[in-house]
């Protein structure tokens, strides 16, 4: 049992790991093609912020959220792979902000292409948060072992 969970870890993170590796390599000084593919989806995003909530979101270089994002997947899916669950609180902090950022399906009229292409990456993205809150609920529904003090045996004469 307890190689088939190190495995499922392993497996679960790869995704995470894989996208920080390649992300890392193409960074650059710019942010790579994930900055310059990040900044319009960033821009209406900011909008739809602003429009419905009334909140100003901060103007942010693109290099610098890359870079949190390579930091989120890459040290929380090594903390996961060892069974950690602030690794599982990092990789759902990446994908509670990179989500409706990078899959803005709600920008689109729903009979357009790109609208379910996102949605069906949006949904997907969904059930790796899901994994993630059932990895960390099952982690901190199984009791921990105790050590059970052993009564001290009594000498007979």
């Not at 994994?131 to 007979?156: D, Y």
């Amino acid at each position: 049992m307890a190689f088939s969970s190190f495995l499922g870890r392993v497996l679960f993170a790869s995704l995470f790991i894989l996208s920080a590796y390649q992300e890392f390599s193409a960074y650059g000084v710019d942010g790579g093609p994930a900055a310059k593919a990040l900044r319009p989806k960033f821009d209406a995003f900011t909008h739809q912020v602003h429009s419905k909530v009334g909140f100003q979101l901060p103007d942010i270089d693109m290099k610098f959220l890359v870079a949190g994002a390579i930091a989120l997947k890459g040290i929380g899916g090594i903390l996961f792979i060892l069974g950690s669950s602030f690794g599982a609180f990092l990789l759902l902090l990446h994908q509670m902000i990179a989500t409706p950022i990078l899959y803005d399906f709600y920008n689109y009229d729903s009979e357009d292409k790109e609208f379910i292409q996102l949605f069906i990456k949006f949904t997907q993205n969904m059930a790796l948060f899901g994994a993630l809150l059932f990895f960390i609920g099952m982690k901190n529904s199984i009791p921990r072992r105790q050590h059970k003090k052993k009564a001290p045996k009594t000498k007979t004469y």
